[in-house]
Nanobody, 126 residues
Framework: QVQLVELGGGSVQAGGSLRLSCTVY????????MGWFRQAPGKVRERVAH????????YYADFVKGRFTISQDKAKNTLYLQMNSLKPEDTAMYYC???????????????????WGQGTQVTVSS
């Protein structure tokens, strides 16, 4: 049973930073796509960033480029999202997701992510 456990959400003022983590249990952290997604109330879920773990290739949505960094620690089976220069519009529930045996191309396909974490709330006040 693959399980994703997220930690690190919270409340911060605009301009502040938070780091989210997502630990994968039940599957070795290799040869998979790992992504961070977010959903604000009344809005559709949107991709924030993803990483293709075998190569470390990353993708960022335009609205987080230069502010957020996705990274991995294979020894800890953990994915991170370092969020700097946070804005009120970054307020949302953040989810990590895993796509087992993904490819660089399928990392872009939201429907291909089979496993999702429970979500962690990020609130940025102005």
């Amino acid at each position: 049973q693959v399980q994703l456990v997220e930690l690190g959400g919270g409340s911060v003022q605009a301009g502040g930073s938070l780091r989210l983590s997502c630990t994968v249990y039940g599957y070795e952290f290799s040869n998979i796509c790992m992504g961070w997604f977010r959903q604000a109330p009344g809005k559709v879920r949107e991709r924030v960033a993803h990483i293709y773990t075998p190569r470390g290739a990353t993708y960022y949505a335009d609205f987080v480029k230069g502010r957020f960094t996705i990274s991995q620690d294979k020894a800890k089976n953990t994915l991170y999202l370092q969020m700097n220069s946070l804005k009120p519009e970054d307020t949302a529930m953040y989810y990590c997701a895993a796509q087992i045996l993904g490819t660089p191309a399928t990392c872009y396909e939201v429907a291909e992510y089979e496993y999702w974490g429970q979500g962690t709330q990020v609130t940025v006040s102005s």
